[in-house]
């Protein structure tokens, strides 16, 4: 159990952590001065390269799509067999 000076000690940290924070004004002069000097560089890629990319990305959606239609086929083939399985059961 703690003592009766413990939540005094706790609100004199939080009051000295106050007053070292940053204002809106200085967190916003901050921004403003990163967002300014940031620059991105992309990498210099020749138009062969790119074009080899982007089949590559092609490919890779058209595998992703296929193995897609072929999981939600399987799962509706084996809902609707077992939808009519039980549909001969309940009326024989």
Same mark, same amino acid.
């Given at each position: 159990?703690?003592?009766?000076?413990?939540?005094?000690?706790?609100?004199?940290?939080?009051?000295? &952590?106050?007053?070292?924070?940053?204002?809106?004004?200085?967190?916003k002069e901050m921004f403003l001065d990163s967002a300014k000097?940031?620059?991105?560089?992309?990498?210099?890629?020749?138009?062969?390269?790119?074009?080899?990319?982007?089949?590559?990305?092609?490919?890779?959606?058209?595998?992703?799509? &296929?193995?897609?239609?072929?999981?939600?086929?399987?799962?509706?083939?084996?809902? &609707?067999?077992?939808?009519?399985?039980? &549909?001969?059961?309940?009326?024989?």
């Open positions: 159990m703690g003592y009766a000076g413990q939540p005094m000690k706790v609100i004199k940290a939080n009051r000295a &952590l106050l007053k070292k924070g940053n204002t809106f004004k200085k967190v000097t940031t620059e991105v560089e992309f990498k210099k890629v020749s138009p062969q390269k790119l074009a080899q990319i982007k089949n590559e990305i092609r490919r890779k959606a058209k595998e992703d799509a &296929l193995k897609e239609i072929i999981i939600y086929g399987g799962l509706a083939v084996i809902l &609707l067999g077992t939808a009519i399985y039980f &549909l001969f059961k309940l009326f024989n």
